[in-house]
């Protein structure tokens, strides 16, 4: 009697094992792939831009042959090193842009109604709500009917048919709000333009595999490997590049000045030096077409931007009709210049001066091109590991991982003899697939992601423990050692399926639980717990049936 | 005979009720104690509960954690607590402290001004210091993962549960439960009570002891299961003492096997996961003994409908799902 498995049962589970295997191989030579990689990024990237590849880079090429592939598992922050950061997006700054910018309209559409309304004033009010009364009371309806006029329907799917703005009536004040189903909509745009943002930042500042993400409503995740700390990361994108031209009103002695209803106070270059500006911008950094560094006159660092139409065309209006009067050039709430308008400047075109250095002005130049972050956004967690401590982390849990596979290969043919040298080589296969499978996912390893790898070593050998254990008392109830085999592997099937299932259930709620390094670690024990009954299973039964049949033996011990 | 390992004998006759009220009594005794100590002591939360800042430095000279003290006390800082960390991986000339800096404002973060001034402040006292990493949490978000570690936790125990009674009769979803839970509150008892740091990747240790743990006890209800319909008359006792000692062997076999790898974790693989690596280590000795001590001993409690007659739901005599092969 012998086992019998057929044979394209055999070449499916041999060709898994053998894909499975050449996917990880790249993982034994990671520098040398990964120098490699890097280099065909970069040659593309340099093509792309109608450069041409470096000698260096067509030579990093050659590091690892073309054929092979070279999906690398991704290290995560705390094996790498790099910089974490959770960041909150303040959703209610846009609300707020939005009905500022809502108010004038809002006072030209009820000019035309003057003689019913009387005269219009804003009312001072919560940010994200607009409140406007008029001098008479009469016409308060009339008001309210215009200014509902306004209302467009929002741009979305799940808001379609709905207005965009809620204008209701408290008293005798009209009250305009953004409707629940347009600030759904804006939040998601806030947190689109954002995310884009950022990550244009991140790029250009060429760090490799950054991760940026967006986590529930207001949140972002962003992670850069290989940057030296949080606080340089959150320099990068935090600086908000804000830029608006406002009219200058006045000049205040210090920051506490009470500056008036619509009216804010901000400082300027110098110390000591305050603005009273209009709240309302004149044009803002959202209608630059382009930004460059450049110089000015005298020869220091500036910045020069070009306006879009509809900025251009306000710039000039506005600057011919305020000639002698000083503006102020607001970059993230502080005037970098007040210069004194000379003439209309129709050509949309201007030049930012400050006591900037070439760096600085370079910077902004990029910021603005790039873009203001629509909201502010404070940091909720930051992390920062150094390269050094994830090489130490790296180290140790290779040593770890090795050691543990070691003894407990030892102690596997200790117990089953040579059925247990079957389970060693099922364990082998076991961690190339998992390695093969996080490279060809595009999986991150952290270091929890090590000591999963390292509990699924030990787990792994279980089903064939359940397995071994099974075929030993099936031999004691005197079946055949064939019969033993096939019954052993039958019968312990079920217990096998259970206790992995809810293993898997685990790694499964670990997954949508953690962030980071948990997350990387439910990853590595649910890859683990697949691979690990695949070979336990199908692997050891073939290497196990093709020894069988080879040596047919009368009697079996395990 | 070829020679083999044997952790157990080949056919085992123990009877694991005999001293019932010592090991499953002394259980649940143990468990209310690992409460108790809870209570009383409290965790000591990492900084992914509690807010605020830890650093981990690394300096070729020794470590003198007054003078770190020193240096850091004008700053105007909250809680500043500093340890050196000890680990036989380290070279003999890397000495590493651990600084963990509760913000004064229960409130607000510790600023990335302060963290740069302690910083600056401790390469003043130590210029060969070097901070490897720094991590910050807001109030806000340690708020949050508090829930969402309990959630997550009771998640897990439920879905496991569901699972169990799909497979199983819901005398056995419960007993696996009662193990879980004895697994994990002792598990927390113990870092209670040496106030050992509990942070989010202890959660996610326990979250493993949860699947790890049921895992033995599916085993010998698998085996139990198999048994109640091979001896139909013998006592559910006996039925459990026999499907026990059956499995016995392959339950010590997993148990060690794990725990020689986990062991090689714990030992080998560096501080930064030490707590992890104890957690699942403590977590499957005590997922061993209660699934052998505990699970099984709740089921008998509750008794098992073993007649054959059809139940009035309808169903057939065994578990609607009990023949699946999955």
């Known amino acids: 009697m012998s086992l019998y498995t057929p044979l394209w049962k055999r070449l499916v589970i041999w060709g898994l094992v053998a894909i499975g295997v050449i996917m990880a191989v790249p993982n034994l030579f990671y520098t040398r792939v990964e120098t490699r990689n890097d280099a065909a990024v970069a040659i593309e990237k340099s093509l792309k831009a109608g450069g041409a590849a470096t000698p260096e880079q067509t030579s990093a090429l050659d590091l690892w042959p073309s054929v092979m592939p070279s999906a690398l598992v991704n290290l995560g922050l705390d094996l790498r090193g790099g910089a974490h950061l959770l960041a909150e997006v303040k959703l209610a700054d846009v609300y707020k842009q939005r009905m500022n910018a809502l108010w004038p309209e809002a006072r030209d559409a009820l000019k035309e109604l003057r003689d019913t309304v009387g005269s219009v004033r804003r009312e001072p009010s919560a940010p994200e709500e607009l409140r406007i009364s008029v001098s008479k009371p009469e016409g308060v309806q009339a008001a309210l009917v215009k200014l509902q006029g306004l209302a467009n329907n929002v741009v979305s799917l799940t808001g379609a048919g709905q207005k965009d703005i809620d204008v209701t009536l408290d ?68 600086t908000t590049a804000k830029l608006t031209f406002n009219q200058v009103l006045g000049r205040a002695a210090d920051a506490n ?104 002005s370079t910077n902004l130049a990029v910021l603005l091109r790039a873009g203001a972050l629509p909201a502010e956004m404070t940091f909720l967690e930051e992390r920062t590991v150094g390269p050094e401590l994830g090489q130490d ?80 008392e099936e031999l004691r109830t005197a079946h055949t050692p064939a019969r033993a085999i096939e019954v052993g592997y039958e019968r312990a099937l079920s217990a096998i399926i259970d206790a992995n299932f809810t293993t898997l259930i685990t790694a499964v709620v670990l997954y949508f639980f953690g962030a980071g390094p948990v997350r990387g670690f439910a990853v590595a024990l649910g890859i683990g717990i697949v691979t690990s009954v695949f070979t336990a299973i199908f692997v050891t039964r073939l290497l196990i049936s093709a020894w069988f049949n080879w040596r047919k033996p009368k009697t079996l011990i395990v | 005979m070829a020679w083999r390992l044997r952790l157990a004998p080949e056919k085992t006759n123990i009877n694991f009720f005999a001293y019932q009220w010592a090991t499953f009594g002394g259980s649940m005794a143990l468990m209310l104690l690992a409460f108790v100590i809870w209570g009383v002591m409290g965790l000591n939360f990492g900084i992914d509960f509690k807010g605020g800042t830890t650093m981990r430095t690394e300096s070729t000279t020794v470590i003198d954690t007054g003078a770190y003290r020193q240096a850091l006390s004008t700053l105007g800082l909250g809680d500043v607590a500093i340890n050196e960390v000890f680990d036989p991986s380290f070279r003999s000339d890397q000495h590493v402290a651990s600084i963990r800096i509760s913000s004064a404002d229960k409130t607000l973060a510790v600023t990335p001004e302060q963290l740069a001034a302690v910083e600056a402040a401790l390469v003043k006292m130590d210029p060969a210091l070097k901070v490897v990493s720094s991590e910050t949490v807001g109030p806000k978000v340690s708020g949050e993962l508090v829930s969402s570690s309990i959630i997550a936790l009771t998640v897990t125990s439920l879905a496991i549960m569901a699972y169990l009674w799909l497979r199983f009769e819901w005398q056995f979803a419960l007993g696996g439960v009662l193990a879980l839970l004895h697994d994990v509150f002792i598990t927390i008892g113990i870092f209670a009570l040496f106030q050992l740091k509990f942070d989010l990747t202890i959660v996610a240790a326990l979250l493993t002891i949860l699947g790890y743990s049921i895992n033995d006890t599916v085993v010998v209800f698998d085996r139990l299961r198999e048994n109640l319909v091979k001896y139909k008359t013998m006592p559910l006792r006996d039925v459990m003492n026999l499907s026990v000692n059956e499995t016995l062997s392959r339950t010590l076999m997993t148990s060690i096997t794990t725990l020689i790898a986990v062991g090689a974790m714990l030992v080998l693989g560096g501080d930064v996961i030490r707590g992890f690596s104890f957690a699942i280590f403590v977590g499957i000795l005590l997922g061993t003994y209660s699934s052998v001590y505990v699970a099984k001993n709740l089921v008998l409690f509750l008794g098992l409908d073993r007649s054959d007659k059809p139940r009035k739901t309808g169903k057939g005599a065994d578990h609607e799902f009990a023949n699946i092969d999955a």
């Not at chain 1, 305050?274 to 000015?296: H, R």
């Open chain 1, 171 to 238: 008293g005798q004040v009209i009250v305009i709000a953004l409707s629940p189903a347009e600030k759904l909509a804006t939040d998601n745009r806030t947190m689109q333009q954002s995310l884009e943002i950022i990550r244009r930042r991140v790029d250009a500042a060429g760090t490799r595999e950054p991760s940026i993400q967006r986590q529930g409503s207001d949140r972002i995740v962003i992670e850069v490997p290989g940057i030296g700390s949080a606080a340089e990361l959150k320099a990068m994108i935090g």
């Open chain 1, 257 to 360: 000045t009470a500056p008036g209803a619509q009216k804010l106070v901000l400082p300027g270059n110098e110390p000591g030096e305050f603005y009273i500006v209009d709240e309302n911008p004149v044009v803002t950094g959202e209608e630059l077409t382009d930004a460059q560094p450049s110089f000015d006159q005298n020869n220091r660092p500036a910045v020069n931007f070009k306006f879009n139409v509809a900025g251009a065309r306000k710039f000039g209006t506005y600057t011919g009709a305020h000639i002698g009067e000083p503006f102020a050039i607001v970059l993230d709430n502080k005037v970098i210049s007040a210069p004194t308008i000379q003439s209309a400047i129709t050509g949309g075109s201007g030049i930012i001066t400050g006591n900037f250095s070439l760096e600085e």
């Open chain 1, 393 to 472: 982390s790296i180290d140790a849990g290779k040593i770890a991982a090795l050691v543990g596979m070691g003894l407990v290969s030892l102690f596997m043919i200790a117990s089953y003899g040579l059925f247990g040298s079957f389970a060693v080589v099922a364990l082998v296969i076991n961690m190339a697939l998992i390695f093969g499978i996080l490279s060809m996912i595009g999986g991150t390893l952290t270091l929890p992601g090590i000591a999963g790898i390292v509990l699924t070593i030990g787990m792994a050998v279980d089903a064939n423990v359940l397995v071994y254990e099974r075929i030993r």
